[in-house]
């Protein structure tokens, strides 16, 4: 059962994440930002991973550490899910339309974790949410997830279908990756034999 629940209490956070990596979609989802709660919806119903998110922040300050704070624990809980990482598919990239916009997001599993995140967002805000907050989230998810991660947006104008099809991307690119592949059986998909977190990048092939 790739299952995982992970709780992350600060003093700035209270934050319950359940995720099944075989479910169909389904969520419930409160993290008391609106436009959060709505892509991390899309996040579930594209990935087909269940997700229940229950956040409690300092939203009186900001929404900055909410949203940074859940990029962790839905990583966190994605990590645990995978386990090893044995028989997965590990890479996984989407190419997502949308209306205007065009996003290319692909990943790679690896427990190495990176971001590159190429999206020019001209607006400042989308709802009560600052723009630059979800390059924040995707550093955090990609980080906790032990995941190399690429989002790029290649073209587009309108700031909310640009997020949109960055979650998107990284949906249906995760759950590609995530996938676990029957001709891989129980190995590693690794010429190491493992993918297990290890601290530091030493560059070398895996």
């Known amino acids: 059962m790739r299952q995982a629940t992970v709780e992350r209490n600060t003093k700035e956070t209270r934050i319950t994440v359940s995720v099944d990596l075989d479910g169909s979609g389904r969520y419930d989802v409160a993290t008391g930002v609106g436009f959060l709660d709505h892509m ?23 929404y ?34 949308m209306d205007e916009t065009l996003t290319r997001v692909a990943i790679d599993l690896s427990n190495r974790p990176y971001l590159v995140w190429k999206v020019g967002l001209a607006r400042p805000k989308l709802g009560e949410m600052d723009t630059e907050l979800f390059k924040e989230w995707f550093h955090a998810f990609a980080h906790a997830a ?41 190995a590693v998909p690794s010429t190491k034999g493992t993918l297990e977190k290890s601290v530091g990048a030493d560059g070398g092939e895996s």
């Open 40 to 62: 991390l919806e899309q996040l579930a119903r594209h990935s087909l991973i269940d997700l229940t998110v229950r956040a409690a922040g300092d939203l009186h300050i900001d």
């Open 146 to 186: 032990g995941a190399t991660l690429h989002v790029e947006t290649l073209y587009g104008e309108n700031s909310h279908h640009m997020v949109e099809s960055c979650f998107k991307g990284l949906a249906r690119s995760l759950r590609a990756a995530a996938t676990e592949d029957p001709r891989h059986g129980e």
């Open 64 to 97: 900055h550490h909410t949203t940074e704070d859940t990029g962790i624990a839905i990583g966190t809980a994605i990590s645990r899910a995978l386990g090893s990482r044995r028989g997965i598919s590990r890479y996984g990239a989407a190419v997502i339309p």
